[in-house]
């Protein structure tokens, strides 16, 4: 998070002294220190000055006491402001006695102390004067520097008293704290959408602007956050940092982690209102959501085609450029996604990881799971607005309802034939190429497709499938 302007570092004894390091060329900034700098600060009183202190352990215990949200032992007695130490209200009182002003020419944010000033302008420079001994990362100050440190030595020192749970920063226990009490402080003027942090706000300021100032310098693709960008580089270098300790399998993020381990806990937390549906992440519960109102915000410049995520939409465009960018490593095959390269690389290995409870049928992806349990439940959520017909799976109501607008967006290239669905396309192209993939493996016969294929199996193993009532 970022500190407040007027920040000060008050140890004079037992602190640890850092490393100065003069000249530092790393230019990397906390998403929320950058964006609060231009996107918030006009005056150094838009936040209440505090001290931190990173002293022996013999004190740690006492300083911490004080800094505990209800104790606060100094008060100014101008504008009732609160604070830790007394010094500390020294520092605010010259905000109201101080007539002498540091203003910054290149953001126009205005300090009543030298200090403060000489601290701002180091975002502009880039000057980190304290290292970590540890690990070498640099910081332009001394309190990020002991709020770092805790990393390496776990120390949490900062507890919610609602909950237990603990945190390295008092302001990550204030923003916490707002989990429980609902609050959400920071208002979007355009749109009105609420936050519990400044930095939410923020980032979030930039769906309106457009502003993407985190680039990949690899393939040039930008973003709103730097975690985001982060988290793209790894695509790049194939970095996976976050590993699952009950299937080895291993993630970009720790999001995508937190998220895998509940198919192993069955935890799905996110719960939709109108049908009671669970989900194990937000993102899948939002996306779901659009099915009851029907919005698609994404939509294809190409052909119009909405969708409800952007994930969707960037897979679907590559169906006009060709794009095929993953490839199996064992076959050569490439696919549009990474998810479809992932269910396709599990006919390799035979791996089928999601199981039915209720049959023990086991399955290559999860979604196939998901759609074999409703024949358990008899669940068809998906309902045809035109003649009330439902369906399990949305992309079977999608196909139905092509019925009544008429609607066959499959062509093919070389008789101009159209079809409402793409299966049905690639049925008719293997008739004029002569292709037969599906093989027999009893008497070796090939058929065009898997359902003519299942049909004459069946004279082998002697199934009648199909009883007259």
């Given at each position: 998070?970022l ?49 931190f ?39 605010h ?16 944010n205005t ?68 989990m ?30 457009g502003?993407?100032p ?88 190409h ?5 409800t ?45 999601y ?56 062509e093919?290239?070389e ?8 299966s ?46």
């Amino acid at each position: 998070m970022l500190k407040p302007e007027g920040l000060q570092s008050c140890c004079p004894e037992g602190e640890i002294r850092p490393e100065m390091k003069a000249n530092s060329t790393e230019g990397s900034y906390p998403v929320e220190e950058m964006d609060l700098q231009r996107f918030m600060h006009k005056r150094p009183d838009n936040f209440a000055s505090r001290e931190f202190c990173v002293a022996h352990q013999n004190s740690s215990h006492i300083e911490h006491q004080r800094m505990q949200p209800e104790e606060k032992s100094s008060e100014n007695n101008q504008c009732r402001k609160n604070f830790i130490h007394r010094s500390s209200v020294v520092g605010h009182d010259r905000i109201h006695t101080s007539k002498e002003s540091y203003d910054c020419k290149q953001y126009g944010n205005t300090f009543n102390e030298s200090s403060s000033f000489a601290i701002h302008q180091r975002l502009h420079t880039g000057e980190k004067l304290y290292e970590c001994k540890q690990c070498g990362k640099t910081f332009n100050q001394r309190s990020h520097l002991a709020v770092h440190q805790r990393m390496h030595t776990l120390e949490k020192p900062y507890e919610c008293k609602q909950c237990g749970k603990t945190f390295k920063q008092m302001s990550y226990v204030a923003v916490h704290q707002r989990m429980h009490t609902g609050e959400k402080p920071y208002e979007c003027m355009e749109c009105g959408k609420t936050f519990n942090t400044r930095s939410h706000l923020a980032v979030h300021h930039r769906i309106h602007t457009g502003e993407k100032p985190y680039e990949c310098k690899q393939c040039g693709k930008k973003f709103k956050v730097r975690s985001h960008l982060v988290q793209h580089q790894r695509l790049h270098t194939g970095e996976k940092p976050y590993e699952c300790k009950q299937c080895q399998k291993t993630f970009t993020s720790a999001l995508g982690l937190a998220t895998h381990l509940r198919i192993h806990s069955g935890e799905k937390p996110f719960e939709c209102k109108q049908c009671g549906r669970t989900f194990t992440c937000n993102s899948n519960l939002s996306r779901h959501q659009r099915i009851h109102t029907g919005e698609k915000p994404y939509e294809c410049k190409h052909c119009g085609k909405t969708f409800t995520c952007t994930t969707s939409l960037i897979v679907h465009q590559r169906m006009h450029t060709g794009e095929k960018p993953y490839e199996c490593k064992q076959c050569g095959k490439k696919f549009t996604s990474t998810s479809s390269l992932t269910v396709h690389q599990r006919i390799h290995t035979g791996e089928k990881p999601y199981e039915c409870n209720q049959c023990g049928k086991a399955f290559t992806r999860i979604s196939s799971l998901s759609l074999h349990q409703r024949v358990h439940t008899g669940e068809r959520p998906y309902e045809c607005n035109q003649c009330g017909k439902t369906f399990n799976q949305m992309s079977h109501l999608a196909v139905h309802q092509r019925l009544h607008t008429g609607e066959r967006p499959y062509e093919c290239k070389e008789c101009g034939k159209t079809f409402n669905q793409r299966s049905h396309l690639v049925i008719h192209q293997r008739m004029n190429s002569g292709e037969k993939p599906y093989e027999c493996n009893q008497c070796g016969m090939t058929f065009m497709c898997s359902s003519s294929l299942d049909v004459h199996q069946r004279i082998h193993t002697g199934m009648k499938s199909y009883e007259c009532n």
